[in-house]
């Protein structure tokens, strides 16, 4: 178990220690309900109150925020506490990982693979023919790797990953349990007979830098040529990547979004949960997708937000959807009008 002192804690997030700088902690804990022993932030203002409850020994906190009353906690000011708490996690995380070296029995590492320095390679994991692995890479168990992969430096496979064969994947890459990289595309040609023949998917996938995959999401190889993940992509669990699919610099997707086949999305693009596309369709930079949306043509404006299904421009289609609410007495109005314009038709 790692521990730390609030000194230690301090200069790894450039912050100022209020109190006594050698208590340590070992544990990180929520600050409504961290104990004795564990470190907490306070970001949001609506958990003020637990910074004067938490039983939390160091707790993180912004430059600004203006203490009520006197608390037993040693404080960490920082200019953001957010920003601080997660680099702090991260470099927690690196330190519990690059620890692990070695390779573990038992596992299958082909003779024609070549391994780069300070690797890890758990139990059960299965390396084949021709790979290059880059230094720093940790391979969980259960984790399986075609032939012909290249991976960069500082990857990190957890359990039950697998990367089809041909795959590419660059450096300071995170792959969680359970995702699949360079599966076949859903390619099938209809018969005359109504049967369909599988048009084989001889592309694959690359995966650029600074990358990180939720667990079970699922990304396919292209037909021809590469399904490509761009720099700095983040994506959530359970999402569906179709091949030939381009997902634009820094674009961040929610859980159980799917794109289909060739679709291309720009740089910045944010997609919420349940969102999708129609294939062969292209997404301007910076473009926010609502979460439960369909885009069912290209979007072109960049950096707007739609909504709806088909996706439409937001205010527009909160518009359509207060007129839809109205429908009900619409139809109702209508239909004395219609009474009305029969009595005076009589009339006449």
Do not use: W
């Amino acid at each position: 178990m790692l521990k730390f002192s609030a000194q230690q804690i301090a200069m790894m997030i450039q912050g100022k220690v209020e109190g006594d700088a050698a208590v340590e902690v070992a544990q990180f804990g929520k600050i409504e309900e961290a104990k004795v022993g564990e470190l907490s932030f306070l970001a949001n203002p609506k958990y003020e109150e637990f910074l004067y409850q938490t039983k939390a020994s160091i707790v993180i906190i912004n430059e600004t925020q203006v203490l009520k009353t006197p608390i037993t906690a040693t404080l960490i000011r920082v200019p953001d506490a957010y920003a601080a708490f997660a680099t702090l996690l991260t470099k927690y995380q690196e330190l519990k990982t690059q620890n692990l070296s070695g390779i573990q029995t038992p596992s299958y590492i082909s003779p024609s693979a070549k391994l780069g320095e300070n690797h890890y390679v758990a139990a059960f994991a299965h390396i084949g023919d021709h790979v290059q692995l880059g230094n720093n890479v940790k391979i969980f168990p259960n984790v399986v790797i075609g032939e012909n992969v290249k991976i960069g430096n500082n990857v990190i496979l957890h359990p039950g990953v697998v990367i089809y064969a041909d795959c590419i994947l660059g450096n300071n890459i995170i792959i969680h349990s359970g995702t699949i990289i360079g599966s076949d595309g859903f390619g099938f040609a209809p018969n005359a007979d109504g049967s369909y023949q599988k048009v084989p998917q001889l592309g694959n996938v690359v995966v650029e830098d600074d990358v990180e995959i939720g667990s079970n999401t699922t990304i396919d190889r292209a037909t021809i040529g590469s399904t490509i993940i761009r720099k700095g992509v983040k994506l959530d669990n359970l999402i569906q990547i179709a091949h030939n699919v381009e997902v634009g610099e820094n674009t961040v997707i929610a859980a159980q979004v799917g794109l289909s086949g060739s679709t291309k999305l720009g740089k910045g693009v944010m997609m919420g949960g349940q969102s999708g596309s129609a294939g062969h369709l292209n997404v301007a930079d910076g473009v926010k997708v609502a979460a439960r949306s369909g885009i069912t043509k290209n979007i072109e404006k960049a950096n707007s937000t739609v909504t709806g299904f088909p996706a439409a421009e937001h205010s527009t289609a909160l518009r359509s959807q207060i007129n839809l609410k109205n429908l009900p007495n619409l139809e109702k109005r209508v239909k004395e009008l219609e009474i009305l314009v029969a009595q005076l038709s009589q009339k006449g």
